[in-house]
Nanobody, 120 residues
Framework: VQLQASGGGLVQPGGSLRLSCAAS????????MGWYRQAPGKQREWITT???????VLADSVKGRFTISRDNTKNTVYLQMNSLKPEDTAVYSC???????????????WGQGTQVTVSS
């Protein structure tokens, strides 16, 4: 099982970016999917989670600016980031709870981080 993240880059303050994270490989089901971020010199911060049914929760720091969604037909989770601020600069990592076979408990898999830099 692999998670492949993409979409990071350099953006000016107030701008937008959309991150994607696709799961591939052999598995039975994907449960929760979401994103964390880690800024230089800071602890990893949970950003958002979306359930298999599409219910989402977001951290207060990004609420109203970021939106998480998923396409279960593509095994992909998206993070739409609007009104970006310099303090959003971080490495963003996706995760997914994946059951490899029917009846197995979900295990957390991580994608590689993607750098988001917000700067003028």
């Amino acid at each position: 099982v692999q998670l492949q993240a993409s979409g990071g880059g350099l953006v000016q303050p107030g701008g937008s970016l959309r991150l994607s994270c696709a799961a591939s490989g052999s598995f039975f089901s994907i449960n929760d999917m979401g994103w964390y971020r880690q800024a230089p010199g800071k602890q990893r911060e949970w950003i958002t989670t979306v359930t298999i049914a599409g219910s989402a929760v977001l951290a207060d720091s990004v609420k109203g600016r970021f939106t998480i969604s998923r396409d279960n037909t593509k095994n992909t989770v998206y993070l739409q980031m609007n009104s970006l601020k310099p303090e959003d600069t971080a490495v963003y990592s996706c995760y997914a709870g994946i059951s490899r076979t029917r009846g197995d408990p979900a295990m957390i898999y991580w994608g590689q981080g993607t750098q988001v830099t917000v700067s003028s």
